[in-house]
């Protein structure tokens, strides 16, 4: 999977701050109503979300995404990997119910 694409597709999206934009990293916050936008299009890149499933994410999928913040109850991970690359999408939504943060990494 293309990182470079990944970030050109989500950077068409409303965001009302962008934190980083770095070559294997990126990180926004979006106003809620884009979420749904948001999803449809992680869900085309990554399929249904790793978190929450009905599956336990692996150990060396935790130890990878705890670098990051790892995940918590309330919050999704989009999660693919492709021979030694592993690209994920994380979201984190904010307690004021308006704001969601993206993350998305590619190691």
Do not use: H
């Not at 670098?67 to 999660?79: D, H, N, R, S, V």
């Amino acid at each position: 999977m293309d990182f470079n694409q990944i970030r050109k597709e989500v950077k068409s999206l409303n965001f009302e701050q962008t934190r980083a934009d770095c070559e294997n990293y990126f990180e926004a916050v979006l106003i809620k109503k884009e979420l749904g936008k948001l999803t449809n299009m992680l869900e085309s890149l990554f399929g249904f979300p790793a978190w929450p499933s009905k599956n336990k994410l692996s150990s060396q999928s935790q130890k990878l995404i705890s670098g990051f913040g790892g995940i918590m109850p309330g919050q999704t991970l989009y999660l693919r990997s492709e021979g030694k690359e592993t690209t994920f999408a994380m979201l984190w939504p904010w307690q004021d119910g308006k704001r969601v943060t993206l993350k998305i990494v590619q190691k």
